[in-house]
Each structure stands twice: as structure tokens, then as C-alpha cells.
């Protein structure tokens, strides 16, 4: 144990990463961790497990602050974390330095708005042509509807689709980011859900796919000689995009979609953790990070409630 301790810092986040991450988590989310641990190294190279403290933690997180937004700080944090806690378990160290931990940050750049309302929403829905096949207006619909991500939209088969009892079951994902595209786990294992869909999706979809091989994906074209055709997030982006143009909406991503989806439904009413099931994250507290801005106008709205019905007592 004592050798352990001796160990450098940045080291045993590398040996963590390599034990615990590989393996279990997307390439994508790999090379952040990857990243992070590049990261110390340049900031705390010779930081030995057993100086390890709240002090020097909070330099770590000062010093990365000092050239990344707080958004990204966080996630920063969040990844570091996960290495310390398994230390703390293991005894390793003594006390958790990363608790009640100050997170900084630049101030942010102006940012597009990354979602519609639910109008806006509605309007783009509207104009999706879904009486020709299979086509990009019925993934763009699929993810507005389901708050998937790309790549899990990418990788649906028709037998992921329970049409009797309205569920959808996401176990996998697509690796579109190779040349050859294949299925790969999802993000995490919280990505493995299954959820509700509606009658839209059942009954204009279901007799789209009925024919269609069941474990094939089904946005995946396919080529005169049979190979699967590459497919690019920025083809997806481009065809979304011009479509809000053309109908005088906040121009989106994809993955705004999936924004929209979760902020739709909290506007609703929907419960903060049956969204956070929904999109699959890892704990309700990475959905409440990342869609603060909705909870924080939600809480307004609350208050202008419960002054009004107080008011009338």
C-alpha cells in the first residue's frame, strides 16, 4: 500500500483509465479521459498520490480554469473524480480531496441557442415528408421524438421496436466515425434503456420496417454491390439546418435535438428523473448540469405560481 502511495498521481490515472475505462465506455468518451490525463501530466507532473490533498486539488482545478469554460471545467472535475473516489475506496488516501470542490471558469462565450421551444419544435415536425420510406426526415423525427443520440439512432434495428406495447430498446450504437461503420456499445452502461413511443412512430413507422432484415439498421443505406454506405454527421447537420432556415427557426444540430426533447418535457412537467432515464445519463445530476437554464426558468415560472396562488389566500 505504502508503494502505491508513492505512486505518481498522473500515472495511476492513466493504469485507471487503462483498467476500469477501456473497454467499457465509447472511443469518443475514451479519448476525453485520454485527454484529462495528458492534462495532468502537464499540470502536476511529479504529484505523488500521497500529496495528494483538498489544497493542491483545487490548484489543479484553478489552473485548468484559468484557460477552459466552467462547463468544461466541470466535466474536467467529473472525470478526475471518478479516479479519486475509487483511490478513497481503496484506501489509498485517507480523505476525498475533491470534496466541496470550487469549480471556475472563463467567462463563456455567446453561444447559438442550442434548442427549440416547443412550437418551433412542432413546426419543424409539421414539415417532415414521412410518406417516402425510409428517409433523413424520419431520423430527424425519431430524434425529436426520442432524444437519442446520433449514433443510437444510427444503430436501430427494426427488432429494437416493441410497436404492440410502444417501446423502444436502445442496447447498442454505431460507430459512424469509421470508414466501414459498425455497431458498438453505447456511450455507458446507464445508455442501455428502453423507452415509451409514441402512436406517431407506431403506426407510420411499423409498416415501413416491417419487411426489412431485423437486425439490420435501418439509416444505414447501402450500395450497388451491397456495402454500407459511410455516413457523416455533418450531411444530418447540413439537411437540419436548411430546413430551419427555411421555415424562420432557430437553426439546430442534431444533437440540439436531443435538447429540445429533454427541455419539451420538462417544460411539460415531466420529472427530472424520468428525463435523465430517458436520455440515458449516467445520474440525475448530470441532467440538472446540463439543462440548468431550463430548470432555472422552470423555477421562475414556479415562483410567479406560488406568489399568485398566496396572493390569493
Known amino acids: 500500500m505504502r508503494k502505491q502511495k508513492e505512486t505518481l498521481f498522473c500515472d495511476y490515472f492513466d493504469e485507471w ?109 409539421k414539415s417532415l415528408d414521412l410518406n417516402s420510406g425510409i428517409n433523413r426526415d424520419w431520423l430527424i423525427l425519431i430524434t425529436a421524438k426520442t432524444g437519442l443520440r446520433f449514433a443510437e439512432v444510427l444503430a436501430l434495428t427494426p427488432a429494437d421496436f416493441d410497436f404492440e406495447n410502444q417501446l423502444l430498446n436502445i442496447d447498442k450504437s454505431w460507430n459512424y466515425k469509421n470508414t466501414k461503420g459498425f455497431f458498438q456499445p453505447t456511450k455507458t452502461p446507464s445508455s442501455i434503456r428502453k423507452i415509451t413511443i409514441d402512436w406517431q412512430i407506431v403506426g407510420q413507422l411499423k409498416p415501413l420496417v416491417e419487411e426489412l432484415p431485423d437486425d439490420q439498421p435501418i439509416f444505414i ?23 430551419c432556415k427555411e421555415l424562420e427557426i432557430p437553426v439546430i444540430s442534431l444533437h440540439s435535438l436531443r435538447h429540445t426533447h429533454a427541455s419539451v418535457l420538462m417544460a411539460a412537467g415531466v420529472s427530472i428523473h424520468s428525463i435523465s432515464e430517458r436520455l440515458g445519463h449516467a445520474d440525475v445530476g448530470v441532467t440538472q448540469e446540463i439543462y440548468a437554464h431550463v430548470l432555472n426558468e422552470l423555477k421562475e415560472a414556479d415562483n410567479q405560481k406560488m406568489i399568485a396562488i398566496l396572493t390569493q389566500l
Not at 489552473?63 to 478526475?80: C, G, M, S, V
Not at 443505406?221 to 430546413?243: I, P, Q
Open 221 to 243: 443505406e447501402k450500395d450497388k454491390n451491397g456495402n454500407r454506405k459511410r455516413v457523416f454527421n455533418s450531411t444530418y447537420n447540413g439537411y437540419l439546418a436548411k430546413k
Open 17 to 125: 483509465v487503462e483498467t476500469y475505462k477501456e473497454g467499457s465506455i465509447s472511443d469518443i468518451t475514451l479519448q476525453k479521459y485520454l485527454m484529462v490525463g495528458k492534462t495532468l501530466r502537464e499540470i502536476v507532473p511529479k504529484l505523488l498520490i500521497s500529496d495528494l490533498d483538498r489544497r493542491i486539488y483545487q490548484k489543479i482545478l484553478n489552473q485548468y480554469a484559468l484557460t477552459h469554460e466552467k462547463q468544461t471545467t466541470t466535466d474536467f472535475h467529473h472525470q478526475i473524480k471518478a479516479c479519486i473516489q475509487d483511490m478513497f475506496h481503496d484506501g489509498l488516501i485517507d480523505r476525498d480531496p475533491t470534496y466541496k470542490a470550487v469549480i471556475k471558469g472563463k467567462e463563456p462565450k455567446k453561444k447559438k441557442k442550442k434548442f427549440l421551444q416547443t412550437d418551433e419544435l412542432s413546426k419543424l415536425i
